[in-house]
């Protein structure tokens, strides 16, 4: 029902900085808490970061935090991924989701089971 598109994976060099973004259809967006999720090359998705419907509240793994930003904007759909000092260690897929149930707490979110739907995916790496 609901589909999730996202964009603006590439090649950087470390130190880059990059946006990704989310495109969501189908369903009222601002029903939805969402996330990103990322798969390193030879390991399992892990969670990333996540934001409430009005883009108040938002959670990050530790491995990010100080660097990436998620933010949303309901008027357009959309949910946008900012990272800052990329690492070759953030080279992975990133994925965009959507969750229908909505709670406060980081380790909600931080479960994958969470959410409902999810993107195809986009390509990010770092090189050295």
């Known amino acids: 029902q609901v589909q999730l598109v996202e964009s603006g994976g590439r090649l950087v060099q470390a130190g880059d900085s990059l946006r990704l973004s989310c495109a969501a259809s189908?369903?009222?967006?601002?029903?939805?808490?969402m996330g990103w999720i990322r798969q390193g090359p030879g390991k399992e998705r892990e969670f990333v970061s996540a934001?409430?419907?009005?883009?108040?509240?938002?959670y990050y793994a530790d491995s990010v935090k100080g660097r990436f930003t998620i933010s949303r904007d309901n008027a357009k759909n959309t949910v946008y991924l900012q990272m800052n000092s990329l690492k070759p260690e953030d080279t992975a897929v990133y994925y965009c989701?959507?969750?229908?149930?909505?709670?406060?707490?980081?380790?909600?979110?931080?479960?994958?089971?969470?959410?409902?739907?999810w993107g195809q995916g986009t390509q990010v790496t770092v090189s050295s």
């Open positions: 934001v409430r419907w009005n883009g108040g509240t938002a």
């Open positions: 989701a959507a969750a229908k149930r909505q709670y406060y707490g980081g380790g909600y979110y931080a479960s994958l089971d969470t959410y409902d739907y």
């Open positions: 189908g369903g009222t967006f601002t029903n939805y808490a």
